[in-house]
């Protein structure tokens, strides 16, 4: 019944429309799109305007590819978010294993609030409560190299690691665990032959989440970060304040083509189950 | 223990009186404290033999799968203690009892082959590769799936998964196998070729079967013995002719088959054997349950198919008015209200030359086949 | 161990192996949930004690803080106490970031309502697989970099941007319109970067919905309107709480969305707090304030659990 087309010819009497749903529906979409299709094209701008049209051409992405400033911003990003990815997954992955498919123990409750906090916490607030910290840290060790920019990352990135990896546990059977315990497998080998292969799409997703959000992060690591540990968003909010040219363009229009690609796999990865 | 006398005579006649595979003793069972307390299995003794299938039958929420569960390892027994050859195994873990299961839903490992299904319980006992496949294939064999043997287990039917299932767990060989309602997700046609096939392999392959089912047509055409449990406990452990023919207790008479139940007072009782005379006034020989001997008012129970309608009168111990004809094909059922309203039904075969047409509204004379009569303990 | 083999003899076997399993089970958890839970304590959860601690202390002269109690930053958030007479009043610049936090945040969420609903309608009655694409469109722009996009609309935006530029070049406009640097743009902003947060939880629970419902409804002669007012609304009720909590919550909370498209002057909540850590030097003050945000973000969770949970009752 669901899979029969929903749009019914004009004149017949649909249950499941609404007059003028789908005008704002398609209005949404464009409103959604129009302003990244925008700054995609003009980052193939000729001429320096971000608005004014003067003919194709590469030379912004040229101009970005040869700005030593970008070139590390970039590394520096994708250090940090290669960093955070990794741990935080680990983490979430073990975190994941201890809070499913067990009966309600006491504390449990306190332990999702914590995993949680940093998606419940306003940004803003963790950034300004870490800058605290690390400066009282920094006081006390003199320490100012990347590794608090590392530590916050990795938090922030646990929630967001350990909800897809969450999900496919609960979907999974604790069945087969009991199946191959009964075959005669050690808990660690029930873990390594038969939860991990079967974990793994959840913990790619959870991974590629996890990369995703360490690298967009603004806020947190605008108050984080010292001296000279840009990263590309830093950078490009940095940016902002002065005149922009479709240099800008082009470095954004490369971060959306590697969100995108992370989030089409993203998509792909979590809605391959059943 | 509750044993019916016929079930060990049975046994004992046949020859085989076989050494104790699993033994269950004073089991209990206790899931959640406080208010959520619930008694899964209230103090279970019970004993499978060697080579032998037994079933344990009863409706969903007995305590059967729990039990299974005890001796598979998944979970661990309150109190009491289960042996397997004389060893006390209630402390192991489940990968170290030689106890393999087929679980209901089949628990087929989805990121593995077939012959990685059949063969993982084998590698795992740190089994070299060759023997492993050699393994494989033999149980391939008799499970008749060769050709499936690369196969995803997702590409297969339910009812190769079934097989698959089953050759998984008899790979290991082990001492006992564990069946929980492995039939229950297969279609009618299906079941009934399965049920052959699983007698098949428990003949071939030598192994205790223990069968949990809620099927009371499965547990009886397949076991050598069937529990009948409710409730947390085992009423009665019989052969299935055994429990069909002489229920102990008013649960197991209702829970398998159609049974009439009658008021009846004792005359005179020895040895499982008794005298009873029906409210009819009629006086029928009786078989009393074992270690009891029945007095005073007693519930029999009698099965429609024990009972015979005729127009005759004269000698018969019961009589009633015929309200109902039901046609079957095979059979009719005649639903008859005796003296003091009490419902009886008669099944009677209906073979060609001794069909009788009894209409409603008759008075008719109900004769009882000998044996027939079983006098219940409550 | 003697006294495991005499539990043996007695038959308490399993029931000491089931023990020692659940204990062995409490060891496992807690060994598996410290790394996670030790990261979150020490570089999320832990440094929040801290702001705590700071917004009852003095404020130190360059920055920082110096070790005295001192209720000053608490009575800042609202009140100010004039440095010549010492007369108490309300600090007005503060009330009004305020206000306009809690205005655009209420804004942002009522126009992704207007906008998501109709929207995740549309996909939910879409045939499943090109609702697949439907809803992979609004999932791209959910995970896409916000400041990005942010900065994709302030290009719309600006003077020289392609609305000021097309409606001049059609000369319907004179000179541009300014519409960057507004409250204006900042609540486009925050419509456009959180509005897939409305639309997924609405398209769930619409998802849902059980359309013999809708069905019956016609039926017993309800027009359009009176269907979804009476019988699509109430049953989708959870997705819209949800949808309009995770835009309200993130929109109060703002900083890039409103330092980018609002300038210096029209300042958020989090732009507030900002000042107060960089050139306002007032970390006490800035303590405060984060969390008096805090207390309304958990203040709309509290709404938003009350209201799933009583109301769930009444359906059963």
């Known amino acids: 019944m669901a899979d029969r087309a929903v749009a019914a010819p004009r004149g017949r009497f649909s249950v499941r429309e609404q007059r003028g749903f789908t005008t704002v529906a398609i209005l949404c979409f464009v409103m959604l799109y129009a302003p990244m299709v925008t700054l995609v094209i003009y980052s193939f701008n000729d001429g320096n305007s971000i608005a004014v049209w003067e003919g194709f051409s590469w030379r912004w992405y040229e101009s970005a590819i040869n700005n030593r400033e970008i070139r590390q911003a970039t590394v520096r990003s994708l250090q940090v978010a290669s960093f955070a990815t990794v741990v935080s997954t680990i983490a979430a992955t073990m975190a994941a294993l201890a809070t499913t498919r067990t009966p309600p123990y006491r504390g449990l409750t306190f332990v999702y609030g914590l995993i949680n906090q940093p998606l419940m916490v306003p940004e803003i607030v963790t950034a300004v409560a870490l800058l605290v910290f690390f400066a009282i840290i920094k006081g006390f060790t003199g320490y100012t190299g990347m590794g608090y920019l590392l530590a916050a990352h990795t938090a922030f990135c646990i929630p967001f690691a350990y909800m897809p990896i969450r999900a496919r546990l609960e979907d999974m059977s604790l069945t087969l665990e009991q199946a191959a315990a009964d075959l005669y497998a050690t808990p660690w080998q029930t873990f390594l032959y038969v939860t991990l292969p079967l974990l793994l799409p959840g913990i790619l997703a959870g991974a590629m989440l996890a990369f995703v959000i360490s690298l967009d992060d603004v806020v947190i690591t605008l108050f984080v970060a010292g001296p000279g540990q840009d990263t590309l968003p830093l950078y490009v909010i940095g940016q902002l304040r002065r005149i922009v040219t479709p240099e800008m363009n082009a470095v954004s229009s490369l971060f959306l083509l590697v969100s995108a690609l992370l989030v089409t796999l993203f998509f792909f990865l979590s809605r391959r189950r059943k | 223990m509750v044993e019916s006398v016929v079930a060990d005579a049975a046994a004992v006649s046949a020859g085989e009186r076989r050494r104790t595979a699993v033994q269950v003793q004073d089991v209990t069972k206790i899931f959640g404290t406080g208010e959520d307390r619930v008694v899964a299995l209230d103090d279970v003794s019970v004993a499978v033999r060697e080579n032998e299938f037994f079933t344990l039958l009863g409706p969903s929420g007995c305590g059967k799968t729990t039990l299974l569960r005890l001796i598979a390892g998944f979970d661990h027994p309150t109190a009491g203690a289960i042996l397997l050859d004389g060893a006390d195994i209630s402390a192991l873990p489940p990968f170290r009892r030689p106890v393999n299961t087929v679980f209901q839903s089949y628990a087929l490992f989805p990121h593995m082959t077939v012959a990685d299904n059949i063969g993982f319980g084998l590698k795992m006992q740190g089994k070299s590769k060759d023997e492993v496949s050699h393994a494989v294939d033999d149980m391939l064999r008799l499970v008749r799936m060769t050709e499936l043997k690369h196969r995803q287990t997702s590409q297969i039917s339910g009812g190769q998964q079934q097989r698959v299932a089953l050759a998984r767990a008899l790979a290991p060989h082990p001492k006992v196998l564990l069946l929980d309602e492995p039939l229950s997700a297969l279609d009618l046609k299906l079941r009934k070729e399965m049920q052959i096939e699983l007698k098949r392999l428990q003949g071939q392959t030598g192994i205790t079967f223990i069968f949990v089912t809620h099927d009371q047509e499965e547990a009886l055409t397949m076991s050598d013995r069937v529990a009948v449990m409710n409730q947390g406990r085992i009423l009665q452990v019989g052969t299935p002719r055994g429990i069909y023919d002489h229920p102990a207790e008013r649960f197991v008479a209702n829970f398998i088959g159609e049974t009439n139940f009658l008021e009846a007072d004792i005359v005179s009782a020895a040895s499982g054997r008794a005298t009873v005379r029906l409210s009819s006034g009629g006086t029928v020989p009786a078989t009393a349950p074992e270690g009891v001997t029945p007095t005073g008012r007693v519930t029999v129970v009698i099965r429609p198919e024990h009972a015979r309608l005729t127009r005759g009168g004269g000698e018969a111990p019961l009589s009633g008015r015929l309200e109902n004809v039901v046609y079957f094909g095979t059979d009719t059922h005649y639903h008859l209200r005796l003296d003091g309203d009490v419902p009886f039904v008669v099944r009677m075969q209906n073979i060609r030359d001794n069909e009788e047409d009894f209409r409603a509204g008759e008075m008719l004379a109900i004769e009882i086949a000998r044996n027939a009569v079983q006098i219940l303990k409550d | ?316």
């Open chain 3, 1 to 316: 161990m003697t006294e495991q083999a005499a539990a043996l003899r007695d038959g308490t076997g399993g029931e000491l192996a089931g023990q020692a399993a659940s204990r062995q089970a409490a060891r496992n958890r807690l060994l598996l949930l410290s790394p996670a839970l030790a990261i979150i304590g020490a570089a999320a959860a832990g440094p929040l004690l801290i702001v705590l601690v700071y917004s009852f202390l003095q404020k130190g002269n360059y920055a920082g803080v110096i070790w005295e109690l001192s209720p000053d930053a608490w009575f800042n958030v609202f009140l100010e106490r004039d440095i010549f007479d010492d007369t108490v009043s309300f600090a007005d610049a503060h009330l009004s970031i305020f206000l306009r936090s809690l205005r655009l945040a209420f804004l942002a969420t009522a126009l992704a309502f207007l906008v998501g609903f109709p929207t995740a309608y549309f996909i939910a009655t879409r045939p499943p697989r090109s609702r697949n694409i439907w809803l992979f469109l609004i999932t791209i722009p959910f995970w896409t970099n916000l400041l990005i996009r942010t900065f994709a609309i302030m290009e719309i935006l600006r003077n020289e941007g392609v609305v000021n530029v097309a409606l001049m070049s059609v000369r319907i406009l004179e000179e541009p319109i300014q519409m960057l640097y507004t409250d204006f743009a900042i609540a486009v902003g925050l419509l456009y970067v959180y509005l897939p947060l409305m639309v997924l939880p609405l398209y769930a629970s619409i998802e849902k919905l059980d359309f013999r419902l809708v069905e019956a409804g016609y039926d017993l002669y309800a027009t359009r309107w009176r269907v979804l007012r009476h019988v699509i609304f109430p049953l989708v009720r959870p997705g819209v709480v949800a949808g309009s909590i995770l835009v309200f919550i993130p929109a109060l909370g703002a900083y890039v969305t409103p330092r980018v498209l609002g300038g210096g002057k029209n300042m958020m909540l989090g732009n507030l707090i900002e000042f107060q850590f960089g050139q306002g030097r007032n970390w006490p003050l800035g303590s405060a304030l984060s969390l008096t945000l805090m207390a309304l973000v958990m203040v709309a969770l509290i709404v938003y659990v009350r209201s799933t949970t009583s109301k769930g009752g009444e359906y059963g």
